[in-house]
């Protein structure tokens, strides 16, 4: 058990909706990474948050998009969905935004139809 | 742009064996790089991570070494176990950001 819990466990959207994942932070963390994790392939980062400001971005458009609440919980948004956005969503947690651990809640696996 | 390479993709091997996995990274300007587990359907569990500056990491059965300037890390595993399958991924973060480069792991089958 790492201590980051992210919600839902599952999910299915049809192509063009919108949808929001979410992910509470180990207790002490103030940083949060999200990445996306295709069938058979590698974590790709997506976005890192700091003490609630983006620290970073990966190769991915704007639709997806992202928050940092006080709480240093997140949400992760990705809007007009497409078939391609099928994956498993992994959000990490750890103090200061580099050189320390990250743990890995559970992920979400979202399903495009 | 970084690039994380881990060979090989897929491994069989009988109960007790030791077994070595690879990773390589083409830039050496790396804070860190890190061993995960990963489980079907599951998250991440991290297994090891080695900062810059060390050259091996050990934990139980598991040892991680690094050598930042060949751009290369192996793990070994001792005495493999059934309970020990699962795909193995490793990462890296890079000093010009805060972002961990994974490679696409190797997956690991120990028969009883």
């Known amino acids: 058990e790492t201590g980051v819990t992210q919600s839902p466990t599952h999910l299915i959207k049809t192509r063009g909706q919108q949808v929001t994942l979410r992910c509470s932070s180990q207790?002490?963390?103030?940083?949060v990474s999200w990445y996306q994790q295709a069938l058979g392939q590698g974590p790709q980062f997506i976005f890192q948050?700091?003490?609630?400001?983006?620290?970073g971005r990966g190769n991915f458009p704007p639709r997806f998009s992202g928050l940092q609440f006080p709480n240093y919980s997140s949400e992760l948004n990705v809007n007009a969905l497409e078939l391609d956005d099928s994956a498993l969503y992994l959000c990490?947690?750890?103090?200061?935004?580099?050189?320390?651990?990250?743990?890995f809640g559970a992920g979400t696996r979202l399903s495009v139809l | 742009k970084q690039e994380v390479t881990q060979i090989p993709a897929a491994l069989s091997v009988p109960e007790g064996e030791n077994l070595v996995l690879n990773c390589s990274f083409t830039?050496?300007?790396?804070?860190?790089l890190q061993w995960f587990r990963q489980d079907p359907g599951k998250g991440l569990t991290s297994l090891l991570l080695?900062?810059?500056?060390?050259r091996e990491q050990t934990s139980g059965r598991l040892n991680a070494s690094l050598d930042k300037s060949s751009g290369r890390s192996t793990l070994y595993i001792a005495a493999s176990q059934p309970g020990d399958s699962a795909t193995y991924l490793c990462?890296?973060?890079?000093?010009?950001?805060?972002?961990?480069?994974f490679g696409e792991g190797t997956q690991l089958t120990v028969n009883p």
């Open positions: 990490a947690s750890s103090f200061g935004g580099r050189r320390n651990i990250q743990y």
């Open positions: 207790s002490g963390h103030n940083t």
């Open positions: 948050y700091y003490r609630e400001e983006e620290n």
């Open positions: 830039d050496s300007a790396i804070y860190n």
């Open positions: 080695i900062q810059s500056s060390q």
């Open positions: 990462a890296v973060e890079e000093t010009s950001g805060s972002r961990l480069t």
